[in-house]
């Protein structure tokens, strides 16, 4: 197997896992925002919304053409989304008992490695370095 084969497979196993690790990520904040939603199917289906959103999101920023606009656009939609899906998360803490200082640092938990799974399934491997062999050195002769 050659070097190029083995660093496309750990670029892609990389990818995988990033997308799995996202998509997990959504459904906890999903069910996080439907959790803390008023007990009716018109607010639990627009609680459920900007986690559904910030998922559609980054995934068509994975394939599409990454120009200013398309980035501005990403974050802002992540931005609103992480906004509103934190503080769901926090009352669902708060619900389930957490303390003070942990309900609000758990939401994090689950918006960073969102957001760590995002950059990591959107950025493009480098391609492996090359070996090269250096010259051996050149050797002068003398003059007697």
Known sequence: MTRQTTAARKAQTTRRTAVATF???????????????????????????????????????????????VKLSVLTVAAVAAYISYFH?????????????ARYLLPLTVDAMMFVASVVATTKPKAPARRTRKAAPVRRLRAA
């Open 23 to 69: 998509i997990t990520g959504a459904l906890v904040s999903v069910a996080a925002n439907i959790a803390a939603a008023e007990p009716t199917i018109v607010g639990r289906l627009v609680s459920a919304w900007p986690a559904i959103a910030l998922l559609l999101t980054v995934h068509l920023f994975q394939h599409a053409q990454r120009s200013f606009l």
């Open 89 to 101: 998360m926090v009352e669902v803490a708060t619900m389930a008992g957490e303390g003070h200082v």
